[in-house]
């Protein structure tokens, strides 16, 4: 299937690193202009700096002035942005009564007001083109959340919610606007921290057995495993491609059918 990605200019957010990293270089095989960003110059170093022929920019997306920073280099060097993939984002821990406010306006800076920022910069010009793909980064606790990282959560929720507002924003302009929100995801972080409680619980020591468990115990669903970043950048893709211009204001879980049937 051809995604006719080839020479459509993108802008992953938070690509310097992990699943945003590994977006970015599908973008890059498929022949797309990519723009990786990052939070300074020096913050590149996970990216690789072979891994992909990428377009380096930098500012900090959780202040309004980084965010025009970002915008400005990206325009600068290629004068227009098709798509817009806002994966710059984190969780942070916490529960319900050790999170201040201070931490929730924190959390809502970094996964809800970034991703509006870039959009309030990037959507004006691709309305001009007609055409465009707004791709948000979420998580299927925006719709199953758990009792812990309620903020983290909330603020997911607030993406998701703020993609379907958009969408309807947007009608007859030729862009779309979706949330791909993924459950566990295999990012070595991750894996480190299986492979620690796996030697607390005696499940083993290959991936195999550890993953096995961890989705009997933590995250059931009937594939059986946990998601590869390449599985996320792959939905990213096709919902970046032409193929997919008639899904639109959706938050598409990619979660390997871990779905609860009330």
């Known amino acids: 299937m051809n995604l ?4 459509k200019v993108v802008l992953v957010t938070g690509s310097h690193r992990g699943t945003g990293a590994v977006i970015a270089k599908q973008f890059a095989s498929e ?4 723009i990786i960003q990052g939070p300074d110059q020096d913050g590149f170093a996970q990216a690789g700096d072979d891994a ?12 309004d002035a980084g965010a025009e920073l970002v915008f400005e280099q990206a325009i600068s060097a290629f004068g227009v942005i098709d798509i817009l993939v806002n994966n710059f984002g984190q969780a942070d821990a916490g529960s319900w009564w050790n999170t201040s406010s201070e931490k929730w306006i924190d959390i809502y800076q970094v996964n809800v007001l970034s991703a509006a920022r870039m959009i309030q910069h990037v959507v ?20 199953k959340p758990n009792s812990k990282m309620p903020h983290y959560y909330a603020s997911k ?5 703020m993609t379907a507002s958009l969408a309807k924003e947007l009608s007859g302009t030729g862009i779309t606007v ?19 409680k796996a030697r607390a619980k005696g499940w083993g020591e290959d991936w195999a057995s550890i993953e096995a468990a961890v989705v009997k115990e933590m995250f059931p669903n009937p594939t059986g495993r946990i998601a590869t970043r390449e599985d996320i950048a792959d939905l990213v893709m096709f ?5 997919a211009g008639f899904i639109n204001g ?8 871990s779905v609860d049937i009330v």
């Open 178 to 196: 979706n949330t791909v929100s993924p459950g566990l995801i295999r990012t070595p972080e991750m894996e480190a921290s299986f492979r620690k």
């Open 4 to 7: 006719n990605l080839q020479n």
């Open 250 to 257: 959706q938050n598409v879980r990619i979660d390997g059918g």
């Open 52 to 63: 992909f022929d990428a377009h380096r920019v930098w500012g900090d997306l959780a202040t």
């Open 124 to 143: 004006p010009q691709m309305k001009q083109l007609e055409s465009g793909r707004v791709i948000q980064l979420g998580t299927i606790g925006s719709i």
């Open 31 to 34: 022949g797309a202009r990519v």
């Open 239 to 243: 919902l970046a491609s032409d193929r």
């Open 157 to 161: 929720g607030a993406l998701a919610n």
